[in-house]
């Protein structure tokens, strides 16, 4: 059984909701995987760092929102031309490398 659930963008057309999801998850992964831990350290409460924590994940699910759901183009709109996609998804690769490095990095 498959339910389906559909997405617009602002124009009103159907858009894939799938890179939001993954988007979101990675998101949220991050956000209470690594907030508390680091807000502990910086001397942060435990219910401070989860709620800061939060507040991140709400805002990078926000931004995800616009730009791959509000701002997304229609499911029916044919293939996008290969070299922006390209690029956005290398830029992508490289920022989520230099998050994970920067994780990495033993606090002072």
Known sequence: MRIEVPVHN???DRVD?????VTVGIAFTFALSFGPIYGLSYGLALSTSLAVSTLAFAVAAAIAYQQLVRCAPPLDAGPLPPG???ERLLYAGMALGVLIV??????L
């Open 84 to 86: 922006p996609r390209v």
């Open 10 to 12: 602002r124009h009103g």
């Open 17 to 21: 909701p799938v890179p939001f999801l």
């Open 102 to 107: 920067a994780l990495t990095v033993p606090l």
